[in-house]
């Protein structure tokens, strides 16, 4: 038991240190950056597949709020950003209650080589959080997926007459993941504040593209150069490939309200 201890130990330093790098690097990049800052609302529809519950799809409006800050210039693009959200979902009339926690997300992105390229590609770092309960068909247990992962962040912006357009993408690559058991006693109820808490953190272990990904495509209409409102549509997609395999996709309408130009 001491040297698993030790060993999740371990894998929760690595990610502390990196979240510090990140951090650390927000503030060494900051001085001569351009520093932008928006808040988002993005009401949407939810889809969830999970394994353990016989094969039944649930399906429902979720509601997501979060807020992202950019460092840019010429050469780079930093971000960091956190997103939280809930979602009330079906499933022949069982009702599920999904919660969504991305405490924190980066990316470093640089210009793609090229004359007055509008591409900036680089890597990301995120911490998310997936929790469901089904009270009437798992009444005892919750059920959660999590990934600290790193992937690949990419976006891309254009301008048409007098609109700005942009597009973002991110798939993960690697990481630590943690889903509920594949069976549980069913004598022994284990939810509850305190249980989702270390459920969440539970037997974390490292996984490439074989056994996860998650990923999300953005599409950002800005109407006018100064606006402060940009809409748009968000897809993103979660899955676990194996027992117990989950599968998460949602569309979203993305209102991002802007910070005002001084």
Same mark, same amino acid.
């Given at each position: 038991?001491? !040297? ?17 790098f ?5 503030n060494?990049?900051?001085q001569?950056n ?15 597949? !999970? ?24 050469k ?9 959200g ?14 969504h926690?991305?405490?924190? !997300? ?22 998310e ?14 059920y959660w ?6 992937g690949?962040?990419?976006?891309y ?11 973002n ?11 509920q ?5 069913p004598?022994?109820?284990d939810?509850?504040?305190?249980h ?12 490439f593209?074989?056994k996860?990904?998650t ?16 809409l748009?549509y968000v897809?993103?997609y979660?899955?676990?490939y ?9 569309h979203s ?10």
């Amino acid at each position: 038991m001491d !040297e698993i201890m030790k060993i999740k130990f371990k894998r929760m330093k690595a990610y502390i240190i990196s979240l510090l790098f990140f951090l650390l690097l927000l503030n060494c990049s900051g001085q001569g950056n351009d520093i932008y800052r928006n808040s988002f609302f993005s009401p949407g529809f939810a889809q969830v597949k !999970e394994g353990a519950n016989f094969g039944l799809v649930f399906n429902g409006p979720a509601l997501n709020y979060g807020m992202n800050w950019d460092l840019k210039n010429d050469k780079r693009i930093i971000i960091f950003g956190y997103e939280l959200g809930v979602g009330v979902l079906f499933s022949k009339s069982i009702p599920a209650l999904g919660i969504h926690l991305k405490p924190a !997300e980066f990316a470093y992105m640089f210009r793609f080589p090229g004359t007055n390229s509008r591409l900036f590609i680089g890597p990301s770092l995120k911490f998310e959080y997936n929790y469901y309960l089904y009270p009437q068909l798992q009444s005892g247990f919750d059920y959660w997926f999590t990934d600290f992962s790193c992937g690949v962040n990419a976006r891309y912006d254009f301008k048409y007459k007098s609109s700005a357009f942009r597009i973002n993408a991110n798939s993960s690559i690697m990481g630590f993941i943690s889903r509920q058991p594949d069976y549980r006693d069913p004598y022994f109820f284990d939810i509850g504040f305190k249980h989702a808490v270390r459920h969440l953190h539970q037997d974390m272990t490292f996984a490439f593209l074989d056994k996860y990904n998650t990923a999300k495509l953005e599409i950002l209409w800005k109407p006018g150069l100064k606006s402060r409102l940009t809409l748009g549509y968000v897809f993103a997609y979660s899955g676990y490939y194996q027992n117990p395999d989950i599968n998460m996709v949602s569309h979203s309408i993305k209102i991002v309200i802007n910070e005002k130009q001084k």
